[in-house]
Nanobody, 118 residues
Framework: QAQLVESGGGLVQAGGSLRLSCAAS????????MGWYRQAPGKQRELVAR???????DYADSVKGRFTISRDNAKNTMYLQMNSLKPEDTAVYYC????????????WGKGTLVTVSS
């Protein structure tokens, strides 16, 4: 059974950096889109960044220039390098991916908490 597992969250001071990872495992043929979403307390889940299998990327305006999404297709792993973190970046960050199997699977990770202190 395919699954996504995030890692790399934690507590950091404003202006600091963190790197999140999301590893896909299990039975599937390939991965199409992978993305990072976040949900702050009392707010709706929002897209942070996504990356297509060809490497093209898309970012939320609030993180452009500060966050960088990347993926290692050989390792079925996606990364989010977060620099110049702000308190408003505090949220649970979720990994999302579209996996190609006998049928398309849309999976979510369980989330990793990022807390940015001022």
């Amino acid at each position: 059974q395919a699954q996504l597992v995030e890692s790399g969250g934690g507590l950091v001071q404003a202006g600091g950096s963190l790197r999140l990872s999301c590893a896909a495992s299990g039975s599937f043929f390939s991965i199409n889109v992978m993305g990072w979403y976040r949900q702050a307390p009392g707010k709706q889940r929002e897209l942070v960044a996504r990356i297509i299998s060809d490497g093209s990327t898309d970012y939320a305006d609030s993180v452009k220039g500060r966050f960088t999404i990347s993926r290692d297709n050989a390792k079925n792993t996606m990364y989010l390098q977060m620099n110049s973190l702000k308190p408003e970046d505090t949220a649970v960050y979720y990994c999302n991916a579209g996996l190609v199997s006998i049928k398309t699977l849309i999976l979510w990770g369980k989330g990793t908490l990022v807390t940015v202190s001022s």
